[in-house]
């Protein structure tokens, strides 16, 4: 079922777990401007977790995956880091184990920093094996053409 | 004098009439009542002015193959899909974490759903391992999301979602369905008036699923072991001859593949409608 909020939306298969909210951007205060965020997991999301996966990755078997699609500010779009136009295509070559915000052993991660819709993101994907990254990112892919972004809802 | 007489035995007579059709009414009140449930504990010694215990009567059982809408125990269960009270957007799945999901189905208005809003919000709900609790109320159109707001605590997983209660064919609040994650199908659904009925028939509800499980995991492994390559196929070929009366020296043995199908040709065309019989190796 499509989920759509705050300018993003997914269609997640059943099985997958998706949250699109609204984050306090750090530093500023409950009340102030805040930032889109999209989980998605085949495991099921805490309550409170981190916008990059902490209290879920520790969650991950082997089998399993987490997106986090986080909105940046909007000073950051027409920066050097995001200046890659839409969104990525991950593959299994762009995924490493030291590329987690979090090592965990087995675990393989990748990041993405793009604009779309004149907003800019980050995209961050962790396999819950590096091992079975090929399967996995095949899943990835799966969920990913679903994402559907749509401008005006920078914050 | 006659009329007197005449006139107080039709009074008499009427008010027989009257006194029998409303003792039959009575009975007839009385019986709907009982069917209706009244009168089994708020008649019993104690129970006056004080909260009804009535049962949980959780409808657990063994997990059919047949399919069909949810909200019936067997069903398949659908996901979660609705708003948080705080504007999120969310997804649950039901079947993610490979235990079991409680969906409680609470209203914001029903008052005996605010002693379980009240306990949520208290402490951890305290179900058995890897069994997650998600309440769900009806929408944002139905129910204030302040309301849910304040009455869920900060660690509740709260959805709003009136689809997800027609989907589950929710009757009323409080309304508890058990999933079993690894089949996707409800385990077991009823209402209850506290929490502890909840935690109880919660976790002998895990515990058969649990057991059920390694039942059919010792079968799996038993089936997989047999259909694997090895001593074990080969173990499981003998035991299928022997059983089909098929012992070594057997003239059948000798034959090859070609001879045993014109065989079992022979054989169907002697035995009009019949079968070729179990003996024929290789067929299986």
Same mark, same amino acid.
């Given at each position: 079922m499509l989920l759509s909020a705050h300018g993003m939306g997914l269609d997640a298969p059943p099985g997958w777990e998706v949250r699109i909210s609204r984050r306090t951007a750090a530093g500023q205060e409950g009340d102030s401007r805040t930032r889109p965020v999209l989980h998605a997991a085949t495991v099921a999301l805490p309550v409170v977790r981190g916008d990059f996966g902490g209290g879920v990755t520790g969650l991950l078997s082997a089998t399993d995956l987490f997106v986090s699609l986080f909105e940046q500010g909007p000073d950051a779009v027409g920066t050097a880091l995001f200046s890659d136009r839409g969104r990525p295509r991950p593959v299994a070559a762009d995924f490493s184990p030291n590329r987690l915000q979090r090592t965990i052993a087995g675990q393989s991660g990748g990041q993405w920093f793009f604009t779309e819709a004149g907003r800019a993101f980050s995209l961050y994907v962790v396999l819950g094996s590096h091992a079975r990254r090929v399967e996995l990112v095949n899943r990835l892919t799966g969920v990913l053409s679903t994402l559907d972004l749509t401008p005006g809802d920078a914050s | 004098m006659t009329a007197l007489v005449v006139g107080l035995t039709v009074a008499v007579a009427l008010l027989g009439v009257v006194v029998a059709g409303l003792l039959r009414s009575h009975a007839e009140i009385l019986r709907a009542l009982h069917e209706l449930g009244a009168g089994r504990e708020d008649t019993a010694p104690g129970s006056a002015g004080g909260p009804v215990d009535l049962p949980f009567e959780v409808g657990r059982g063994v997990l059919s193959a047949a399919g069909g809408g949810a909200g019936v125990t067997g069903s398949a269960a659908p996901d979660v899909v609705g708003a948080t009270p705080a504007g999120d957007t969310v997804q649950v799945s039901v079947t993610a974490g490979g235990g079991a999901t409680l969906v409680a189905?609470?209203?914001?208005?029903?008052?005996?759903?605010?002693?379980?809003?009240?306990?949520?919000?208290?402490?951890?709900?305290?179900?058995?391992?890897?069994?997650?609790?998600?309440?769900?109320?009806?929408?944002?159109?139905?129910?204030?999301?302040?309301?849910?707001?304040?009455?869920?605590?900060?660690?509740?997983?709260?959805v709003m979602s009136t689809a997800t209660w027609e989907a589950y064919e929710v009757p009323g609040s409080p309304y508890f369905v058990l999933v079993d994650a690894a089949t996707?199908?409800?385990?077991?659904?009823?209402?209850?008036?506290?929490?502890?009925?909840?935690?109880? &028939?919660?976790?002998?509800?895990?515990? $058969? %699923?649990?057991? /059920?499980?390694? @039942?059919?995991?010792?079968?799996? =492994?038993?089936?997989?072991?047999?259909?694997?390559?090895?001593?074990?196929?080969?173990?499981?070929?003998?035991?299928?001859?022997?059983?089909?009366?098929?012992?070594p020296g057997h003239p059948s043995?000798? &034959?090859?593949?070609?001879?045993?199908? $014109? %065989?079992?040709? /022979?054989?169907? @065309?002697?035995?009009?409608?019949? =079968?070729?019989?179990?003996?024929?190796?290789?067929?299986?």
């Open positions: - | 189905f609470l209203s914001s208005g029903c008052l005996t759903c605010h002693g379980f809003w009240e306990r949520f919000a208290a402490s951890a709900p305290g179900l058995p391992p890897a069994t997650r609790l998600v309440v769900v109320t009806q929408g944002p159109e139905r129910e204030s999301a302040g309301a849910v707001q304040r009455l869920a605590g900060p660690d509740l997983l709260v996707g199908r409800v385990a077991g659904e009823g209402s209850a008036t506290g929490w502890d009925q909840v935690q109880r &028939l919660v976790g002998e509800a895990a515990g $058969d %699923l649990a057991l /059920a499980r390694s @039942a059919g995991a010792h079968h799996d =492994h038993s089936h997989r072991r047999d259909a694997g390559d090895g001593p074990h196929r080969e173990a499981r070929a003998d035991r299928e001859l022997l059983a089909a009366g098929i012992a043995l000798q &034959l090859t593949a070609d001879e045993v199908v $014109d %065989l079992d040709r /022979a054989d169907e @065309a002697s035995q009009p409608g019949g =079968h070729a019989g179990a003996g024929a190796p290789g067929r299986d």
